[in-house]
């Protein structure tokens, strides 16, 4: 494509590629891709995609042990996202952030990540996504001793889970 007239095209097919890439295993492949559609993604002034471009970056900087990376990409993904609370990528990374910083003994950053998760998901209009981040709210209040917060959050997602799609995403939450 023309990168010059059509980089946001050009941006999106870069990202397209490189979730195919991570799916096939191929990270480093995938890493250089999603820098090169967050550049011509940022060109065109797609910020949302930016910031699906940086979500990835971030999630792909913490499997690889790149703890310092990830928060790095989670502040950029962040910034980047900040007028868009309620965007999936913003939910995506918050979950991903809030997961890590509990692993790491974060527990104060985790907890406002997680507060903050729920927030964002419950903006998108998709139940998956507040399911998804009440239950992972629910196994960190549940890790720390606080089962009356747990217990709720884990009702609150079973009162939602019948308005997930039927399919693997609504098996997935079921299950967790």
């Known amino acids: 494509g023309d990168t010059v007239r059509h980089a946001a095209l050009v941006g999106r097919a870069y990202l397209s590629l490189s979730t195919r ?24 002034g797609e910020r949302e995609n930016v910031g699906a471009a940086q979500s990835m970056l971030l999630e792909g900087a913490f499997v ?34 809030a997961r890590e910083a509990g692993a790491d003994g974060l527990a ?6 997680h507060d903050e ?11 998956f996504e507040l399911v998804e981040a009440l239950l992972a709210r629910a196994r960190f209040h549940a890790a720390r001793g606080r089962a009356e917060a747990a217990r709720a959050d884990v009702e609150h997602a079973r009162r939602l889970l019948p308005t997930v799609a039927e399919g693997n995403a609504r098996d997935w939450n079921a299950a967790d």
């Open 21 to 44: 890439l991570l799916r096939a295993g191929r990270d480093e492949e995938a890493t250089a891709t999603l820098r090169t559609a967050e550049r011509f993604l940022t060109r065109s």
């Open 64 to 97: 690889r042990g790149d703890a310092a990376g990830g928060y790095a990409a989670g502040w950029r993904t962040l910034t980047t996202l900040r007028e868009r609370r309620h965007a999936v990528w913003r939910h995506n990374a918050l979950y991903v952030l």
């Open 108 to 113: 104060h950053a985790a907890a406002q990540a």
């Open 117 to 127: 998760d729920v927030l964002a998901a419950s903006g998108t209009g998709r139940a």
